[in-house]
């Protein structure tokens, strides 16, 4: 099990607890999740782009207009969201629900 624990704008929200499943796709540095139920156009996704550098993996989390809300440290497990570029944060939770649920990233 890999734990997650979001943070936004400093402060502790919620823990993501992720069961390893056999139907998850290897994370391969891009992916798209959604962040409404019923996705009608670009806006409705966020992005999931990695990034490693000088010993540190992270996975950015963006806006179709590449806007950077946050990112998850590999790592650690933590995820940081520092702007929500007018996305509500119920609707951030529901596309990192969505994300960590569907990709299996490796450490």
Not at 4 to 24: H, N, P, Q
Not at 43 to 51: A, D, G, Q, R
């Amino acid at each position: 099990m890999k734990v997650y624990k979001l943070y936004v704008f400093g402060e502790y929200v919620k823990t993501y607890e992720i069961e390893e499943s056999d139907t998850a796709n290897n994370f391969d540095g891009y992916a798209k999740a959604e962040k409404k139920e019923n996705p009608y156009d670009e806006s409705c996704y966020l992005y999931f782009k990695l990034w490693e550098k000088n010993g540190k993996k992270r996975i950015y989390i963006n806006t179709y207009k590449r806007r950077t809300l946050g990112y998850i440290d590999v790592t650690s497990g933590e995820i940081i969201i520092e702007d929500r570029q007018g996305s509500f944060q119920n609707e951030i939770e529901t596309a990192l629900s969505n994300f960590l649920s569907k990709y299996e990233i490796a450490e």
